[in-house]
């Protein structure tokens, strides 16, 4: 197998998580913007409905507009991404959009339902700590040193694997060892 047959069919793999994320993403955001509002307009404070007052009505459409935009994103990105050469970029964009929609709006569930008295009574902090942990797993910009070595000792190790199955391999001769040296990778 070809070194870099394996590096493309795995950024491949990586683009196609993060787009999948993307769209898990979308769906977090308008499942917490929905939740929220229903709690909006059940919730009495002082006599009056909370989700009468303007404030929260104007934190409430910005959460609306950034699920929009990360939707229109997601689709653009999704149409794109079979594609050649084309998907990558809209999928990164898909997924930076989709984490700060999602994040912005969890967030704000959490404030709105500050009325619990404790976050963990209340469903909110599900959502944001889905957004947090969503944005921890598919946030790569860059690779320290040994996660580019262990990068590379995969992509050996995958070739070194079809080799055994006795696949064709591209790879030169006598290249068992793989110097691991430090570089930047951007997702």
């Given at each position: 197998?070809d070194k ?16 999948l ?22 919730r ?9 007052y ?5 934190t409430m459409?910005?959460?609306h ?11 653009s ?16 964009m ?12 969890a967030d704000r ?69 793989v ?9």
């Amino acid at each position: 197998m070809d070194k870099g047959a394996v590096a493309d069919t795995l950024a491949h793999i990586e683009l196609a998580a993060s787009l999948l994320a993307a769209a898990e993403m979308c769906g977090g955001t308008y499942s917490v913007i929905d939740y929220t509002l229903d709690y909006l307009k059940t919730r009495k404070q002082f006599g009056k409905l909370i989700g009468g007052y303007q404030s929260l009505k104007h934190t409430m459409v910005d959460a609306h507009m950034g699920y929009e935009r990360a939707r229109a994103h997601l689709y653009s990105a999704a149409f794109l991404f079979g594609q050649q050469g084309e998907g990558e970029i809209p999928v990164r964009m898909a997924k930076a959009e989709a984490e700060e929609a999602f994040a912005f709006a969890a967030d704000r569930a959490i404030q709105f339902h500050g009325g619990y008295g404790f976050t963990y009574d209340c469903d909110a902090q599900l959502y944001r700590r889905r957004a947090i942990w969503n944005a921890a797993l598919v946030r790569r910009c860059a690779l320290s040193p040994a996660q580019t070595c262990r990068f590379d000792v995969l992509i050996s190790d995958l070739c070194a694997l079809g080799n055994q199955q006795g696949i064709d391999s591209q790879q030169p001769a006598g290249d068992d060892k793989v110097e691991c040296v430090p570089t930047l990778r951007r997702s």
